[in-house]
């Protein structure tokens, strides 16, 4: 299993990487078709936010869905540990979900690569990929004059049903998840509520090239 660690906002010592490596061991043995973990490490130089100054995500690739987990600390080590328990959470109950209920569908994972490695692995000729990949890429910008930064990525993934969308989204740690419904074909976000509630929001306009479930039966 390959492990990949960058830095944004700051330098990677050689010390930490080998101190991910051992700890991310694990991976392996609750998720036995890993091929890639990708270690984003992220430093907030605000003094305000020095409790969270370090920030750790840990994305990981297999067949399947993208399981995914961040944590802030004030050191890097300890947001490192919090970020493996929320990771070997999710990893254990993408196990029992596998064990306890078969599917006859397959989740498609989420595409977070970096923009680079996505243009690269279009097929030839690609000239309308390429740019459709550019205007979704991994980028980000300042909002004008103000100190905001505006990060954007590409999330390419097959339709999916609510459920499905609900499950994915637990994965990858995050209170809302972006799809299209496979029911109606319309672009969806599915989103948390209070306790163990969740809210669907849908635009009233279909993907093209996406047929509803309706006209496909």
Known sequence: MEIVVVGRHTEVPERFRRHVEDKLAKVTQLAPLAQRV????????????????????????????????EAAADDRYGALDLAIDKLTERLRRTRDRRKDHRRSYVLAPVDVRPYDEVKASEPEPAVEAAALVADGAAVEHQLGDSPVTIRQKLHSADPLTVDEAVYQMELVGHDFFLFIDKESARPSAVYKRKGWTYGVVQLDQQCMGVLPVSELT
Request: charged fraction near 35%; aromatic fraction near 0%; glycine fraction near 4%.
């Open 38 to 69: 990708d270690v984003e490490l992220t430093h907030e130089n605000n003094p305000k936010l020095a409790d969270v100054a370090e920030r750790v995500e840990l994305t990981v690739r297999a067949k399947g869905p993208v399981i995914r987990a």
